[in-house]
Structures are given as C-alpha cells and as structure tokens.
C-alpha cells in the first residue's frame, strides 16, 4: 500500500533543471566580457615593462602571459559553456569579486606605494575569498605570506621594483 502523499510529489522542475531566465542568459556574455576586458587590461599594462623572452624572462612576461590566459579562458567560456545554468549573485560571486578587487587594489598599491601594504591586502582579499572571515588567523596568515613572499623575491632572487 502507498503511503506518499499526493502533496509530496514533485510539482515541478528543481531549480537546477529550470531553464535559464532572461537574466541568467544576460550574464553570461557580460562575465565573460568582464573577465576579457580584464585580461586585455593586464595585458596593455603589463606591456610596459620589458616583457623580454622565454629565455630572459622581464617583469612583463608573465603578467602578459596571465592577462592573455584570462582573456582566452573568457572567449572559450563564452563559445563552449552553452547550457544556460548560471545562477543568480551568490556567494560564489561574491567571492569572486572580492578576489579580482584585490588583485587590482595589490596593482594600485604596488605602483603607488609598496610591495608589502599591497601584498597584505593581496593576502586578506584572498583569504576572504576563499572562506576565511576570521580577523586574528587572516591577519597572522598575511603577515607571515608577506615576510615570506618579501624574503623569497627580494632576499633570495633579488627582484627589484620598478619604484
């Protein structure tokens, strides 16, 4: 014998099997545009410093070699993610502009002040981005990434700033 309720019964599509609405099909090509029109930014910025080669790498390359990966991983978005599934502003999203926020912030602050207040806010941006909302454990995670990242590229390789 039965015993489900007729009111239990799925009355429709999840919410996963819906089909897109007329926003979630707008923000597809405006994320990807975003994400291009960054890639491209960091390409046109980072050109003007020497990009050099493979062989002798300069400080351009890898920014260059970054912006460009951005740029195509947003046209291949664009051309092969077809199913229509992207979700409303979430969390997810959140995050994500949390991080790219902070890389531009690391970039302003790096020209305009110094490695170490840009790599610190680098560090709690992606802290924050990644899940981490407790104050005290971000804060010692960025101080100890920062002496670290500081100690590696100017200490050991001995980079020097464009400053």
């Known amino acids: 014998m039965d015993t489900e309720h007729p009111s239990q019964e799925p009355t429709g599509p999840t919410e996963a099997e819906a089909p897109p609405s ?3 099909k707008a923000l597809k090509p405006i994320g990807a545009g975003v994400l291009a029109l960054v890639g491209i930014g960091a390409i046109i910025w980072a050109i003007t410093f020497d990009v ?25 978005f664009l051309g092969f993610n077809r199913d229509g599934k992207e979700g409303a502003f979430g969390r997810e999203q959140v995050d994500a502009v949390i991080a790219i926020a902070s890389i531009i912030a690391f970039i302003l602050l790096f020209q305009h002040v110094h490695f170490v207040p840009a790599a610190l806010v680098l560090m709690a941006g992606c802290q924050l981005a990644a899940g981490a909302r407790r104050p005290l454990p971000i804060a010692v995670t960025c101080v100890l990434a920062t002496a670290a990242a500081w100690v590696l590229f100017f200490v050991v390789l001995g980079v020097s700033t464009p400053l």
Do not use: I
């Not at 400080?59 to 951005?70: I, S």
């Open 52 to 76: 050099g080669s493979l062989d002798r790498p300069g400080a351009g390359l890898w920014p260059v070699a970054l912006g460009g990966a951005l740029t195509l991983g947003a046209a291949v």
């Open 22 to 24: 007329a926003r979630q």
